[in-house]
């Protein structure tokens, strides 16, 4: 039985997780915390800790596990690249799963868009990101399409400063090869919507996944640190856990 410390808990994300570790027979609600409270005392109740907060929390968060060696799930986004550098040297000590989405079916998504980059090669095919969440979101482009950009990154060899386009406005010009358009949508009550499409001259393949329940990431994030249990100091991600790697 794992015991698992939830912070942020009287936010969406929070009360979710707390009703996947209920519905997990491997799992244990150890404690909770919200913003002013004891995080010190919270955390050293816990085996694993889960946190889908904000992003300026991730140190507070790394410092006490580090303390305490209680292993991590961060699930929040939007982290600059020193809050990235930091976790990732926190993971020099204790196991850490950190991943850009929790969903099975998201990071099927993330396999299926490294696979069709491999096939429809971008000599042939234009690449275009399209996602959307709700009004309250404060981070774009979300944390899962930056992840899917990586992706693409990686297997077609351009970079997110140079050949990334966030939106089109005025007159651009022709599309070119190396560009990857990032369009990203705010609205409503949207949980996560993702698309990556490949255009080329008389035909389009698209990939898409609609999250309709945050219960998807929450299931997620605690099958995640039920399987962390047993791991060494390291940095880990949802495609390590789905062995999908």
Do not use: C
């Amino acid at each position: 039985m794992i015991n698992i410390l939830v912070t942020g808990e009287s936010g969406r994300m929070g009360q979710a997780i707390i009703a996947a570790i209920e519905a997990n027979p491997d799992a244990s609600l150890a404690s909770t915390h919200d913003a002013g409270q004891d995080l010190t005392a919270a955390i050293a109740k816990a085996d694993t800790a889960i946190d889908f907060t904000i992003h300026s929390f991730t140190r507070d968060v790394l410092d006490a596990a580090l303390k305490s060696g209680t292993r991590l799930v961060i699930g929040t986004t939007g982290h600059t690249d020193e809050e990235r550098a930091a976790i990732v040297e926190a993971s020099k000590s204790i196991p850490i799963v950190w991943a850009a989405n929790y969903s099975v079916g998201v990071n099927t998504l993330f396999w299926l868009t490294r696979k069709a980059a491999q096939v429809l090669k971008q000599e042939t095919f234009d690449i275009e990101v399209v996602e959307m969440h709700h009004r309250h979101k404060i981070d774009a482009p979300s944390g899962t399409a930056r992840r899917l950009l990586e992706i693409l990154n990686e297997e077609t060899g351009t970079t997110y400063e140079d050949d990334i386009k966030h939106g089109r406005f005025g007159i651009t010009g022709a599309r070119t090869q190396r560009e990857i358009g990032m369009h990203t949508l705010r609205g409503g009550d949207v949980v996560g919507d993702h698309t990556v499409m490949f255009a080329a001259d008389g035909e389009r393949v698209e990939l898409t996944h609609k999250a309709s329940s945050r219960m998807t990431f929450a299931s997620g994030a605690v099958r995640a640190a039920v399987w962390l249990a047993e791991k060494p100091a390291g940095l880990y991600d949802m495609q390590d856990v789905l062995d999908l790697k």
